[in-house]
């Protein structure tokens, strides 16, 4: 039996109670109405989300987010689950993300190496954590909020990065815990 996405969508909002941008739309299953119409996002945006998806979550022991396609999940959920205002913010972020990555460092962030790209995200996160969240980057929680229910509702990070038991699967309330078990997927 395949993964249910949609399911596992809800079942993890549900667990983040609810906080995520968008999480309206998946719990009541009704989208905005205050949309930006064509909104559109060309493989280059999408290959450039897939590489922020791939910082936040890289290819290890387990495959990255690259490798499950966060990038096309991030455009999908933006159109369908985000307002006029959430989108607006998102796609601003992702363009002053490039811009001022290339003022700032020297250097175009898909040709970057791994470690310039997470020192200038952990940055952003800080700069939003530490300041003022009304004026901070508030896409940078955009972008790892998406990239982390993409990669863990997604096959290979409910398959290779967690542990995926089919359901309907038999009941073990007193399971052993060996230190160092990945946590079970949705």
Same mark, same amino acid.
Do not use: W
């Given at each position: 039996?395949?993964?249910?996405?949609?399911?596992?969508?809800?079942?993890?909002?549900?667990?983040?109670? *609810?906080?995520?941008?968008?999480?309206?739309?998946?719990?009541?299953?009704?989208?905005?109405?205050?949309?930006?119409?064509?909104?559109?996002?060309?493989?280059?945006?999408?290959?450039?989300?897939?590489?922020i998806g791939?910082?936040?979550?890289?290819?290890?022991?387990?495959? /990255?987010?690259?490798?499950?396609?966060? *990038?096309?999940?991030?455009?999908?959920?933006?159109?369908?689950?985000?307002?006029?205002?959430?989108?607006?913010t998102f796609?601003?972020?992702?363009?002053?993300?490039?811009?001022?990555?290339?003022?700032?460092?020297?250097?175009?962030?898909?040709?970057?190496?791994?470690?310039?790209?997470?020192?200038?995200?952990?940055?952003?996160?800080?700069?939003?954590?530490?300041?003022?969240?009304?004026?901070?980057?508030?896409?940078?929680?955009?972008?790892?909020?998406?990239?982390?229910? *993409?990669?863990?509702?997604?096959?290979? /990070?409910?398959?290779?990065?967690?542990?995926?038991?089919?359901?309907?699967?038999?009941?073990?309330?007193?399971?052993?815990?060996?230190?160092?078990?990945?946590?079970?997927?949705?």
């Amino acid at each position: 039996m395949a993964i249910n996405r949609r399911e596992a969508l809800k079942s993890m909002v549900l667990m983040m109670g *609810g906080t995520m941008i968008g999480a309206n739309v998946i719990l009541t299953g009704c989208a905005p109405e205050d949309r930006i119409e064509g909104l559109e996002f060309s493989e280059e945006d999408i290959a450039y989300m897939d590489e922020i998806g791939e910082t936040i979550i890289p290819t290890t022991d387990t495959p /990255g987010a690259k490798e499950a396609g966060v *990038g096309s999940f991030m455009v999908v959920m933006v159109k369908e689950t985000y307002n006029q205002e959430q989108q607006e913010t998102f796609v601003n972020g992702l363009n002053s993300l490039k811009k001022n990555f290339k003022s700032e460092i020297g250097v175009a962030f898909m040709d970057a190496s791994h470690e310039q790209r997470l020192n200038y995200l952990n940055s952003l996160n800080e700069e939003l954590r530490s300041g003022d969240s009304e004026n901070g980057p508030k896409y940078i929680s955009m972008l790892k909020d998406l990239t982390v229910l *993409g990669y863990f509702t997604s096959e290979i /990070g409910a398959t290779q990065a967690l542990r995926y038991v089919e359901t309907p699967g038999k009941y073990d309330g007193c399971m052993d815990y060996k230190k160092g078990d990945r946590a079970f997927a949705l």
